[in-house]
């Protein structure tokens, strides 16, 4: 039988189709992974990869063992996970899958506690699209995934985190800046920036845009929050932000205003996810927890009429996650 060591190897050449960035990805020699995978197919009887100075290539037999090896690698790690559960020891890594437009905030408030109460559990966050945070969640690439609702899948558990508006933000010297209300038609017109798409705030963005009028810049699009903003202090065009950001950066920047917009109800809804067959459900309940209480002094936590309608079908509360 091969080794979970070699399925490791395969799996990192079918995500990469690069020798150098698969063995750096696995923490081995470019020379060592070659002799493995070639053990691997020496013992499986088949050719896996094509292998040329220009590319690197699954063949049809390689692209039905990689989709084996991801479950067979997956499972290994629940089986280490309920064997840690039983044996009385929270200890181990967690691989986190964050959208870049909530992880990076949340996390900052969460982790001290999350230390604190798991002093032998490590966090490794690694931050990417919705899509691809589900995909490889699925896959066992993540075993955890936090990013903006919906989160879909029958194999997935979804616990609501928290609820957050969706914020207008200027230029400190734009007109609109010193206004005390700002009302959705001031809107009409206006020059938007917007994160590229592939992010579910670009979604909405497009969404709200249309709605009151204004126009994207597709020309000026943002590859993260701070990005936008720092273009929106330029004097580009403005923006739609969530409100955990606002309130964690830029309400620190003074080269930005930022308010809620009248007759503009925008918000989001932020939520965690794993796969129902992991062995660490009530590890991941508690942090869905104590990601909830860091954030819900500052955003609005109070769930959505289908939120609690679903809540109440399962008989759970989304404030305490009981």
């Not at 750096?24 to 493995?36: D, F």
């Not at 558990?157 to 010297?173: G, N, Q």
């Amino acid at each position: 039988m091969p080794t979970l060591r070699q399925l490791e190897y395969l799996v990192a050449v079918a995500d990469t189709l690069h020798f150098r960035r698969a063995a750096e990805r696995v923490n081995t020699t470019q020379p060592t992974l070659s002799e493995q995978l070639k053990a691997l197919e020496e013992r499986l009887g088949a050719q896996l990869v094509e292998r040329n100075r220009s590319r690197v290539v699954l063949t049809p037999v390689g692209v039905e063992i990689v989709s084996i090896a991801r479950r067979m690698l997956r499972d290994a790690t629940d089986l280490r996970a309920v064997a840690q559960a039983y044996g009385g020891t929270l200890s181990g890594v967690i691989r986190l899958g964050a959208s870049p437009t909530v992880g990076a905030y949340m996390l900052s408030r969460m982790l001290p506690t999350f230390h604190q109460q798991f002093p032998r559990l490590r966090m490794h966050v690694r931050e990417d699209v919705p899509q691809r945070l589900m995909r490889g969640l699925d896959e066992g690439t993540f075993d955890l995934v936090i990013a903006p609702h919906p989160l879909r899948g029958a194999d997935f558990e979804v616990e609501t985190v928290f609820r957050e508006a969706i914020l207008v933000a200027v230029a400190s010297d734009h007109p609109l800046a010193g206004k005390a209300v700002w009302h959705r038609d001031d809107l009409a017109g206006a020059e938007v920036l917007t994160l590229g798409p592939g992010y579910h705030l670009h979604d909405m963005t497009v969404q709200l845009s249309r709605d009151v009028g204004a126009r994207l810049r597709h020309e000026y699009e943002g590859t993260s929050l701070d990005t936008l903003r720092e273009m929106v202090a330029t004097g580009l065009g403005i923006t739609f932000l969530p409100e955990l950001y606002v309130r964690t950066v830029v309400a620190r920047d003074p080269l930005i205003k930022t308010a809620a917009v009248q007759g503009l109800n925008a918000h989001r809804t932020i939520a965690m996810a794993w796969r129902k067959t992991t062995a660490r459900q009530q590890i991941f309940r508690r942090i869905a927890e104590l990601a909830r209480a860091a954030v819900g002094g500052d955003t609005h936590t109070e769930p959505s009429g289908s939120e609690k309608a679903n809540a109440k079908m399962h008989g759970r509360d989304l404030h305490n996650g009981s």
